[in-house]
């Protein structure tokens, strides 16, 4: 069973920057495409974004374009979230997901079936 672990979360101002990680353990994620999706309190869980297995990502939230980038190093069996200006409204619980995916050069906004236990992402001055 793949397990993810997800860190990097804290309390940050805004306009700041944090980094998630997303590691897994036991198994590469080589071949996996993988999703950061995130839920604010009261609301739904929303698609961040997500990056196939041969590195091309997407981003699925209008609202981080040009403020999150994903990235993975499969070296380290690890995927990162670099989060930058980050606003009030970003605050949430994060989590990173994975799915054998069958095109390497894209990722899908759903389906995925191993899921981290998440971090906590505040924002706030």
């Known amino acids: 069973q793949l397990q993810l672990v997800e860190s990097g979360g804290g309390l940050v101002q805004p306009g700041g920057s944090l980094r998630l990680s997303c590691a897994a353990s036991?198994?590469?994620?080589?071949?996996?495409?993988i999703g950061w999706f995130r839920q604010a309190p009261g609301k739904e869980r929303e698609g961040v974004s997500c990056?196939?297995?041969?590195?091309?990502?997407?981003n699925f939230a209008d609202s981080v374009k040009g403020r999150f980038t994903i990235s993975r190093d499969n070296a380290k069996n690890t995927v990162y979230l670099q989060m930058n200006n980050l606003k009030p409204e970003d605050t949430a619980v994060y989590s990173c997901?994975?799915?054998?995916?069958?095109?390497?050069?894209?990722?899908?906004?759903?389906?995925?079936?191993?899921w981290g236990q998440g971090t906590q992402v505040t924002v706030s001055s």
């Open positions: 997901a994975a799915v054998r995916y069958r095109w390497a050069n894209s990722c899908p906004r759903s389906g995925y079936n191993f």
């Open positions: 036991e198994f590469t994620l080589d071949n996996f495409a």
């Open positions: 990056i196939s297995s041969s590195g091309g990502s997407i």
